[in-house]
């Protein structure tokens, strides 16, 4: 993609990311996710029961790294931080997400969630400077 970022560029070409948020006790949990990239903005969703959803909600600290889809790190880890989105700015995530990835998280993730009656959360991911 032209215009991303040197530090998104290794998520913008992976299909999946592994994701490690922090428990309440500081034990971390790795958990692959698909990773959306336009420019220095990274977008991913989950849904509002998932664990990882309320560990980001009381930690948004956390690591990621390029991975294949079973979650193997297959890259740098970096650190970064998770912000839930609302309004405007969920609706350009789900448009975004859903641009990278056309069937898997246009329709199918999508018709999961509704089936489920699970509530679509977006968020944006930042990185953090390690100095």
Known sequence: MPGTVATLEPFDRSW????????????????PVNLAV?????????YHKAWK???IRNNPELEMAPSTVRGK????????RARLLSGEEELHA?????????????????????ISRYQTMHYEVSMVDTE
């Open 16 to 31: 999946t990311v592994l994701l490690t948020t922090y428990k309440r006790d500081g034990s971390p949990v790795a958990t």
């Open 38 to 46: 336009e420019g220095d903005h990274a977008y991913f969703r989950s």
């Open 53 to 55: 959803t309320k560990r």
């Open 73 to 80: 790190p297959k890259g740098q880890t970096v650190r970064a």
């Open 94 to 114: 789900r448009h975004i997400i859903a641009q990278r990835y056309p069937v898997f998280q246009r329709f199918v993730i999508p018709l999961g969630h509704k």
